[in-house]
């Protein structure tokens, strides 16, 4: 019993499927160090509703970037994997 569990142990990933991001660049994390400074920023302030410190903007802008990045991401990986089989009518790589 202890060889099977210290071989799962060696051979068996223990990070959770799907908590890598393959899709994440270094723009994105910039944005989201934007938006953490910014954040810090405007609770020090108190949470203000108005004026100078505007962390809708840059939020949004950092929210938009994820979305475009996931998608452009997922466009990329379908074109691998579909696309060219299909356009070079290479039936049986595909």
Not at 1 to 20: D, F, K, W, Y
Request: aromatic share 8%.
């Amino acid at each position: 019993m202890n060889s099977l569990v210290s071989a799962s142990n060696i051979a068996v990933p223990q990070i959770r499927l799907g908590v890598e991001k393959h899709w994440w660049t270094p723009e994105l994390s910039d944005l989201k160090q934007q938006c953490i400074e910014l954040t810090g920023i405007w609770r020090q302030h108190r949470c203000p509703r108005s004026g100078p410190i505007n962390r809708v903007k840059v939020k949004l802008r950092y929210k938009c970037a994820i979305k475009e990045t996931i998608i452009s991401a997922d466009e990329e990986f379908n074109e691998v994997l579909f696309a060219d089989p299909l356009c070079s009518k290479d039936f049986a790589s595909f």
